[in-house]
């Protein structure tokens, strides 16, 4: 994998710094392998676009929507696909989801994880985890 640049680095740091309720919430319960024993980057540069959260071992993004995300889909939508075509899984959920019920956001990860134990499963659709 390749290193960050200094300017990467730089925009994953504020990118921390101002986070949303949301996030900081999830990252609350993502942090310190606290969630299926699996370890979670927060802000991580892929390519070029930053992931909310990342877990680099199992190539799984944890992408959170909030109200502006609804004027720029097209934009997600570009991004999602070259995270697609890159190997990586993309999860996503809504700020709501997360603030309302952050355990229940939890335990879709892991029937997430669960499901990738399958050899049979490489990409999970998301419609029914997006709507938990």
Not at 30 to 49: A, D, S, T, W, Y
Not at 71 to 85: A, E, G, P, V
């Amino acid at each position: 994998m390749k290193r960050q640049t200094p300017l990467q680095t730089q925009r994953a740091k504020s990118l921390r710094a101002t986070q949303t309720n949301a996030e900081g919430l999830l990252w609350s319960v993502l942090r310190g392998k606290q969630l299926c024993e699996m370890k979670f980057r927060r802000q991580h540069p892929i390519g070029p676009f930053f992931a909310d959260f990342v877990c680099v071992s199992r190539r799984i993004v944890v992408e959170l929507d909030g109200g502006y995300h609804d004027s720029i889909q097209d934009n997600d939508i570009k991004r999602q696909q070259y995270l697609y075509k890159h190997g990586w899984t993309v999860i996503r959920f809504t700020d709501d989801e997360v603030l309302r019920d952050v355990e229940s956001v939890c335990d879709a990860r892991k029937r997430y994880r669960q499901s990738m134990q399958s050899p049979a499963t490489r990409t999970l659709h998301l419609v029914a985890l997006h709507r938990l």
